[in-house]
């Protein structure tokens, strides 16, 4: 005798019996932390050609809004800068012997690199991020400047203390035009993800503000390109970033405020998304927070969050990449640290 799922057997007995159906649909719990790392190394490439004072300008002003997620989340960070330019003194430009070269992967600025405890922290990374815009720089080879300041000779040279082994890593591009380091994108990707082990996907993330249009997400000419005071599309960062899990924002926004929180943000790990592993129904979503670890329930979290708007969240779905996540809208008002979040919810 062919066996009925339990909910359809209860189903076609009730229709015989002239009742109404109540069917249940099966339920997924799902546990999830708000436990960012406590270590965290960030590079930022700043591409140093001669259109680039005014970006380098509004990324240096944005210190404050870059540490927001790092303080909040407890972090230790290395905050150091590099430039795009791997220029090789008296050798790339023949018409002027005398010419210094580039930085070819040296952190610049004093200190080298920004910790939680360096005096006057906001103006020494706006001095290392304002690194000068050169009419020689116009190569930019950004990929080729951060594996060069994170796994080369500089390593143990002028660049030694940066880069931690207990520490999550992030680089940071920040250019108007397209990378021109001379390997395949996945070579830098493979090279990168040696530093912290192939296996170890989670312990190295990207970020780049380059030409880009956010509409389409593809790399892409904004402004009318360098000759309208734009920029040209930087795919190669774009698919650097793709490869490597991260961020790119539009370096043509008028505004970098927010960009620059964002850029913190993922540098920092702390969670804004929190990914479902089923598609759920979406009106039985229901979440508990809880501050304590032993504490298996929690207090429940409307949409619309508790007082002040506190956690308030959103479901957003894409049928297509089959991802389905809740997002926290606030990013002042994120789930504190330590905080255990319970999903429930219906299966679609």
């Known amino acids: 005798m062919r066996?009925?799922?339990?909910?359809?057997?209860?189903?076609?007995?009730?229709?015989?019996?002239?009742?109404?159906?109540?069917?249940?649909?099966p339920s997924q719990t799902e546990v999830r932390f708000q436990n960012p790392p406590t270590k965290v190394d960030i590079l930022l490439v700043v591409d140093d050609s001669c259109s680039m004072q005014?970006?380098?300008?509004?990324?240096?002003?944005?210190?404050?809004?870059?540490?927001?997620?790092?303080?909040?989340?407890?972090?230790?960070?290395?905050?150091?800068?590099?430039?795009?330019?791997?220029?090789?003194?008296?050798?790339?430009?023949?018409?002027?012997?005398?010419?210094?070269?580039?930085?070819?992967?040296r952190l610049v600025g004093s200190p080298p690199y920004i910790t939680p405890d360096t005096p006057n922290a906001s103006e020494s990374f706006r001095d290392a991020v304002e690194v000068g815009a050169w009419q020689?720089?116009?190569v930019e080879r950004g990929l080729d400047a951060a594996l060069a300041a994170l796994g080369g000779p500089l390593v143990d040279s002028v660049n030694a203390g940066f880069l931690r082994d207990d520490a999550l890593l992030s680089i940071l591009f920040v250019s108007d035009e397209e990378d021109a380091s001379g390997q395949p994108v996945t070579h830098y990707v493979n090279r990168i993800r040696e530093l912290k082990g192939q296996r170890e996907r989670d312990a190295v993330n990207a970020g780049a503000l380059v030409g880009y249009n956010v509409e389409t997400g593809e790399a892409e000419d904004c402004n009318g390109g360098l000759v309208g005071g734009g920029a040209i599309g930087g795919?190669?960062?774009?698919?650097?970033?793709?490869l490597m899990g991260g961020e790119v924002a539009s370096i043509c926004d008028d505004d970098f405020t927010e960009i620059i929180a964002r850029m913190g943000l993922l540098s920092s790990r702390?969670?804004?998304?929190?990914?479902?592993?089923?598609?759920?129904?979406?009106?039985?979503?229901?979440?508990?927070?809880?501050?304590d670890d032993d504490d298996t329930t929690g207090e429940d979290i409307p949409m619309e969050g508790l007082d002040d708007g506190f956690y308030a969240w959103e479901y957003v779905a894409d049928e297509e990449a089959e991802t389905w996540v809740v997002r926290f809208t606030d990013?002042?008002?994120?789930?504190?640290?330590?905080?255990?979040?319970?999903?429930?919810?219906e299966l679609f």
């Open 136 to 138: 020689y720089a116009g």
């Open 54 to 105: 005014e970006e380098q300008e509004a990324v240096g002003e944005g210190f404050d809004a870059f540490v927001e997620f790092f303080e909040l989340a407890d972090v230790d960070y290395h905050i150091a800068v590099t430039t795009t330019d791997m220029r090789e003194p008296g050798v790339d430009v023949p018409q002027d012997p005398d010419d210094p070269g580039g930085e070819q992967g």
């Open 270 to 291: 702390l969670q804004e998304e929190f990914e479902l592993s089923r598609r759920p129904k979406p009106d039985t979503i229901q979440i508990q927070l809880s501050l």
């Open 3 to 25: 066996a009925f799922p339990t909910v359809l057997l209860l189903a076609l007995l009730g229709s015989a019996c002239g009742q109404d159906v109540v069917v249940l649909r």
């Open 235 to 242: 795919d190669r960062y774009v698919r650097f970033v793709e």
């Open 331 to 345: 990013l002042a008002r994120l789930p504190p640290i330590g905080s255990r979040l319970n999903f429930t919810y």
